[in-house]
């Protein structure tokens, strides 16, 4: 068994151990699962290291020429960082649930759960043919599900489980139907065939275009863009390390980090191009208007990193794959960092979510807060943070290549700044609101480690000289000064707004129901599938007593009866008759036989 | 001349009356009497047919003759059956109105 093997089955070998021996003992469980992620975490330094590491693949479907599906690993250079990203962060957060779940009855289920998250998520990053990232995309899909629903006597988590579920799986079946129609055009699933059978498929631009688009129905699932945004929000119910490794970091990441990985399709297909910048600016820009009313800490957090998402996707659409990677870089480790303060100051307050029962943390929760300043001015794009260059980064590109989405991701910039500081004003300024406010105190050692540590990322994970080592940035024109001083203005207009609102208030003087409610989205979808539920149950009620019922079931038996009826007519018990039939029988036969 | 046809018409006659007695007399003595009638029918028209096909030399086929023995001998077992079983039935019901025996009617 080669090397880089292992960095994806040690994960997968804690899961295993954990669900099958050591479910009673808390402390060996979660032993063996930061173990675990630490080994993946060394592997993966290693292999970024070293050079070109050639793994050989292992055959698992073989029906060649037809169908081949090949177990293999690439490791170029956007996997390898992805990878240490993926494990990094990971690492991070099993350290600080040791910290956040050390009370929790399910204590083991969830660190098995998390090592199965990480070995389903190194295997989406690793994987080197549509099929098998198809598959570890599903198992994600299962880990979020088992993770989010964590808490599973809560109706409330339950059901945000399902939901993401059954939101994932419709962006999952037109992801299947678009690597059904590419393998179709070029004969192969693997990316390297692929891209090198490309003309095959872009002589035919129609074709091209929709096989694009429902593969970017699986990034649409999973990243959470417009419209199955839906369950990310609901997703809170989970634990915050959940929320912050697998809702801001790797999973909802990795619908992005997919469209990269299959650029050279979706750069082939210009309207497909078009409509994927659209769906992100939309969700951008939605998502932020919706983040300005929200009180829930960790909603505000969640449709944050809807925006952020909304970004990356525009970035994509953009025809820029090196613009998504980078934000998605710098974004994860901001807002991973962002959700780890959160539920330090979630768990130091015994479990208070809304922020208006917040405010004067500042002092209480010192770490925690400068931490959690550094994340946000990092998210909203402040320089020097990395926030900035990742973010202007992206605006440059609009800039050139179209205004339209510009202006509006630069409003965007502006709603971003407005409610990061709406949050940070309110939970760590004024005065305490509630008594759990008051009591609050900084969070232990190795909840506020992690955090440290991301935030030394999250402010120097921007500069150039950083970023190189681990991605190829966009390049592109210098529109000079212009654009990063636009998105400054915005960022700092934001600010300011912000900071003006919202000093010193006991409740939200702004109250728009319309993004309070998320535009009514859930609303709206509740009541479609009600309705069509409804439609089904009555046509299937219809068919089952009208046609199965009566039709089938009571005319068989009204038939047979009425042909029972007709025959016993026959029946008269009279000798005579009988003689008669016979005599006519005979006749018949003798015709039939001699006259035909 | 009387001709073949002559006597098949009138084994053919024979028949039609037996089989109408059959069907539509009521005393069951008088049914097995027209059932005998048929046979008989059946049996003129087969000494007909040997009387009047002659093969090459001008001999009568005389097959069909014997056959109209076989025919007398199981007609004079069937009656004595028939008989026997009519007698039990007349024992059981009462009665040699055929009508007045139903039974099977549903």
Redesign the interface.
């Known amino acids: 068994m080669t090397f880089p093997w292992f960095i994806l089955l040690a994960p997968l070998a804690s899961a295993a151990l954990i669900t099958l021996f050591t479910q009673r003992s808390k402390l060996v469980s979660s032993c063996i699962s930061v173990a675990a992620v630490l080994a993946s975490f060394v592997g993966s330094i290693v292999v970024f290291v070293r050079p070109n590491i050639r793994v050989p693949e292992l055959t698992w479907i073989d029906l060649r020429p037809a169908f081949y599906v090949p177990l293999g690993l690439v490791l170029d250079d956007l996997s390898k960082t992805m990878l240490l990203l993926v494990t990094g962060i990971g690492a991070l957060i099993h350290i600080y649930s040791l910290g956040y779940m050390k009370d929790d009855a399910g204590k083991s289920r969830y660190f098995a759960a998390l090592s199965f998250f990480m070995f389903s998520m190194i295997g989406i990053v690793l994987s080197n043919n549509f099929v098998m990232m198809f598959i570890f995309w599903e198992l994600v899909g299962v880990s979020s599900y088992l993770l989010i629903g964590h808490w599973f006597e809560r109706n409330a988590a339950a059901e945000a489980a399902k939901k993401a579920f059954l939101t994932n799986r419709i962006g999952d079946f037109g992801f299947m139907l678009g690597i059904l129609m590419v393998w179709t055009a070029t004969g192969s699933v693997g990316f390297q065939e692929m891209a090198q059978q490309l003309s095959r498929i872009t002589s035919h631009p129609g074709y091209l275009t929709i096989a694009t688009l429902l593969i970017f129905g699986g990034a649409v699932g999973k990243s959470a863009q417009f419209p199955l945004h839906v369950w990310l929000p609901d997703a809170m119910e989970g634990p915050t390390p959940i929320s912050a490794l697998i809702h801001a970091a790797t999973m909802v990441a990795a619908g992005v980090y997919m469209l990269v990985r299959v650029g050279f399709l979706i750069q082939a297909a210009p309207q497909a191009l078009s409509i994927i910048a659209w769906i992100g600016t939309i969700t951008a820009v939605m998502a932020a208007l919706v983040a300005t009313q929200q009180s829930d800490i960790k909603r505000i957090l969640a449709y944050s990193t809807l925006s952020q998402l909304g970004y990356m996707v525009m970035a994509v659409g953009l025809a820029s794959g090196e613009a998504a990677m980078f934000h998605l870089f710098t974004h994860a480790f901001f807002k991973a960092l962002l959700f780890l303060g959160a539920g330090s100051i979630i768990v130091m307050l015994h479990h208070e979510q809304d922020i208006w029962k917040m405010g004067g943390l500042a002092g209480r929760l010192g770490i925690t807060f400068l931490t959690f300043m550094a994340g946000t001015l990092a998210l909203i794009g402040f320089p020097p943070f990395s926030g900035f260059f990742s973010k202007d980064a992206i605006l440059s590109l609009a800039y050139e290549k179209n205004p339209a989405i510009f202006w509006l991701a630069l409003f965007t910039a502006f709603l971003t700044a407005f409610y990061m500081l709406r949050l940070v004003v309110v939970v760590f300024f004024g005065k305490p609101r509630s008594d759990r406010a008051r009591a609050g105190r900084e969070a232990p050692w190795v909840m506020i480690t992690p955090l440290i540590l991301l935030a030394i990322a999250a402010c120097g994970s921007g500069f150039g000289f950083v970023a190189r080592l681990f991605l190829h940035l966009p390049g592109g024109k210098e529109t000079g000064w212009l654009v990063p001083g636009m998105a400054f203005a915005a960022t700092l207009s934001g600010m300011i707004l912000a900071i003006l609102l919202y000093r010193r208030r006991e409740s939200d003087p702004i109250n728009l129901a319309l993004f309070r409610k998320a535009f009514y989205f859930d609303a709206i979808y509740g009541f479609f599938i009600a309705a069509t539920q409804g439609i089904l149950a009555r046509l299937s009620a219809f068919i089952d007593r009208w046609i199965l019922d009566a039709g089938v079931i009571c005319g068989t038996s009204s038939a047979t009866w009425g042909f029972g009826s007709l025959l016993?007519l026959l029946?008269?018990?009279?000798?005579?008759a009988y003689?008669?039939l016979l005599?006519l029988g005979i006749v018949g036969l003798i015709y039939f036989t001699l006259f035909r | 001349m009387v001709t073949l046809g002559h006597y098949l018409t009138v084994s053919g006659l024979l028949f039609t009356i037996g089989f109408a007695g059959v069907l539509l007399r009521r005393n069951i003595i008088i049914i097995f009497m027209s059932l005998e009638l048929m046979l008989n029918a059946a049996n003129l028209s087969l000494v007909a047919f040997s009387r009047f096909r002659l093969d090459g030399a001008g001999i009568p086929n005389y097959n069909a003759q014997v056959f109209v023995f076989f025919i007398i001998t199981v007609a004079a077992a069937e009656v004595a059956v028939g008989l026997a079983i009519i007698v039990a039935l007349y024992r059981a019901r009462q009665t040699t109105h055929v009508e007045d025996i139903s039974n099977l009617k549903f």
């Not at chain 1, 029946?571 to 005579?576: D, H, S, T, Y």
């Open positions: 016993r029946q008269v018990g009279n000798l005579q003689s008669f005599g």
